[in-house]
């Protein structure tokens, strides 16, 4: 261990989170391998070890002959201060050398908060901000991720970015580049001959052009770009990789848990989740499988807890077959199942007893409107009969704690339907008034509401977000309405969700905007204790743009927009459907009830529901 990390970590909280020595890591001989990739998550260490893509990723990489990845995570501020105090350079967790020995930095970038601690993890390394500033071919930069299906904001900083699952496509990036390195390419050439992979996204190779009004005019592929980047896709997840063998840490993390994912995408359309909508088609795993991966990861990690995994676990079809494969193991070995979420519509009191095993935890819903027009027009496909005959069932045995997610400002949300959240959480105190099978316990009810951010590639890309002033109205209506003494409410702040706002549609000249917030001050944007938006809006200023340009204005349906060169295979044009719709309140079905025709079953053949 260096000598300055061995001084610095006495005086740091969570010192574990920099030490790096856990159980599974990955430890090669420097002398047995010719790539270097430093993997690093641009946040704290217990959020980057909770997300399941990065350790799929590690373990994909670690499996690859001549290939050594390792872990790098962003600093507290206390550590980046010493760090820096001490000329410290970032480095990585399983050798301990400095990031900028390394061949690849890539970064794992899920959402667009992280921006500011991306630049901030390639100063800490020594590493010039821009990508035109380095020159040679290492170390390459590259960023993936759900936030990278629009990258404009972080062009100027990466080299490439990759577009969609990783687990074929990194592997396919390394090898060129191990070729490159070894054939002495120059950086061009590599960027060049990458681009031709599908789902590689190359910034340099595309001009931007504007329009007086501050619009795109175009993007313009540059020395034989392809017109348009495809995602790519994991066709059969019973051949994807999964981390059995998984690093433990060895201090507390989020989800400090096995996590078994039961399948990609969603057949649910809800009209505002981009996950839902980038993820698609639908890729099961089999019941087999998974039963015989959570065994395996349990046993060699000896966790006694374990989630399963995906954007609706309870659409998994072989849920329950799979909770009946894993019940003796898991009563043999202690282990608790559990679901991240449940759907109202779905909710079955068999299943929630097996995943309980006999715990009453609270229950979690996200009816995310309060009227059914406006559920309808989000196309959520959950009426307040769904969410009522679940609290039966669930109050009827024994449960007493309920949480429930909303959010504010959704297209054509009206005071009538803010209003009706208040209703629905009276609704909820009434049902367990007549239902609940033990009264002593009390009744709790939780309602949390966030502000509503349009994203790419949903049917919401082209809507203005509702200015700051008209959410906090909206918050004060809500929280005034609200007077039953078994809820609480929750709201989240509105300065965060501003910016997301922005960042999530912004074009590549925000990129100066990045820069020059990230020097008075902005990093680790996700964390409250780290915001501050003044610093943000002066940076605006100074750069001669503004912020609501991106965040409050309504697209037209001819506008090019910043992302507009990837291709996630659903067609722009059933998302106009779908907003159309939407404004009408009118809900369509589910993917495994009717195709909507939205074009990501060209992926599978023809069929993209497999259940």
């Known amino acids: 261990m260096d000598k300055r990390l061995e001084r610095i970590l006495p005086g740091v909280q969570k010192p574990a989170r920099y030490v790096g020595g856990e159980y599974n890591e990955v430890i090669k001989d420097r002398g047995e391998v010719d790539l270097r990739f430093a993997f690093c998550f641009p946040d704290t260490y217990e959020i980057g070890m909770s997300n399941l893509g990065f350790r799929i990723l590690y373990g994909v990489l670690n499996e690859m002959p001549g290939v050594w990845c390792e872990r790098v995570f962003a600093p ?245 077959g799979l909770c009946d494969d894993l019940e003796v193991f898991c009563g043999e070995n202690h282990v608790n199942l559990s679901l991240p979420s449940l759907r109202a519509d779905n909710f079955s009191m068999e299943l929630m007893q097996r995943l309980q095993r006999g715990r009453k935890a609270g229950l979690t819903f996200a009816p995310e409107a309060g009227t059914q027009r406006l559920r309808d027009a989000i196309n959520k496909n959950v009426t307040e009969e769904d969410l009522t005959e679940s609290l039966k069932t669930a109050f009827s045995g024994g449960w007493s704690a309920v949480k429930l997610y909303f959010m504010l400002g959704l297209p054509t949300e009206t005071d009538e339907d803010v209003l009706g959240i208040a209703e629905m959480a009276n609704h909820v105190v009434h049902t367990w008034r007549e239902h609940a099978s033990n009264k002593n316990r009390g009744l709790r009810v939780t309602v949390s509401t966030s502000w509503f951010v349009p994203k790419p590639f949903t049917a919401f890309q082209w809507e203005p977000q509702i200015s700051r002033l008209e959410y906090e109205r909206r918050v004060r209506l809500l929280r005034g309405a609200i007077t039953a003494k078994a809820v609480t409410y929750n709201w989240h702040d509105g300065d965060t969700s501003f910016l997301e706002a922005v960042l999530a549609r912004g074009d590549r000249r925000l990129g100066r905007v990045l820069e020059a917030a990230y020097r008075r001050g902005a990093k680790l944007d996700a964390w409250s204790d780290c915001f501050d938006l003044g610093r943000w809006l002066a940076a605006f200023e100074e750069c001669g743009l503004d912020p609501e340009f991106y965040a409050c204005r309504e697209r037209g349906r001819e506008e090019i927009l910043p992302w507009s060169v990837i291709d996630c295979y659903v067609s722009e044009d059933f998302l106009w459907r779908q907003r159309e719709l939407a404004h009408q309140s009118a809900a369509t079905p589910d993917c495994r009830a009717r195709c909507g025709g939205c074009g990501a079953n060209i992926v599978e053949g023809g069929e993209c529901y497999r259940g």
């Open 76 to 320: 507290w501020t206390d550590m980046e201060a010493a760090m820096r105090e001490k000329d410290l350079p970032l480095y990585a967790l399983e050798s301990g050398d400095p990031v900028e020995v390394f061949d690849v930095v890539g970064f794992s970038v899920g959402y667009e908060m992280a921006y500011t601690a991306v630049l901030n993890m390639l100063d800490l390394a020594g590493l010039p901000l821009r990508s035109e500033e380095r020159t040679e071919l290492t170390p390459l930069v590259v960023a993936g991720g759900t936030a990278m299906y629009n990258a404009e904001p972080m062009a100027d900083f990466i080299d490439m970015a990759l577009i969609g699952e990783g687990e074929e496509l990194l592997p396919e990036v390394v090898t060129l580049f191990r070729r490159a390195k070894r054939e002495g390419w120059s950086k061009a050439r590599f960027l060049r001959s990458a681009a031709e992979i599908e789902g590689v996204y190359v910034p340099s190779l595309y001009g931007v052009s504007y329009k007086d009004d501050g619009t795109i005019a175009a993007i313009t592929p540059l020395d034989g770009a392809p017109e348009k980047v495809v995602k790519r896709v994991v066709h059969d997840m019973d051949k994807a990789y999964y981390p059995v063998k998984t690093i433990v840490p060895s201090t507390e993390i989020v989800h400090d848990r096995v996590t078994l994912e039961v399948f990609r995408g969603c057949i649910r359309g809800c009209r505002f989740c981009q996950a839902g909508y980038v993820y698609r088609p639908v890729r099961s795993r089999s019941r087999e499988q998974l039963a015989e991966y959570a065994r395996a990861a349990i046993r060699d990690s000896g966790y006694q807890e374990m989630t399963l995994s995906s954007l609706s676990t309870s659409d998994y079809p072989q849920l329950v």
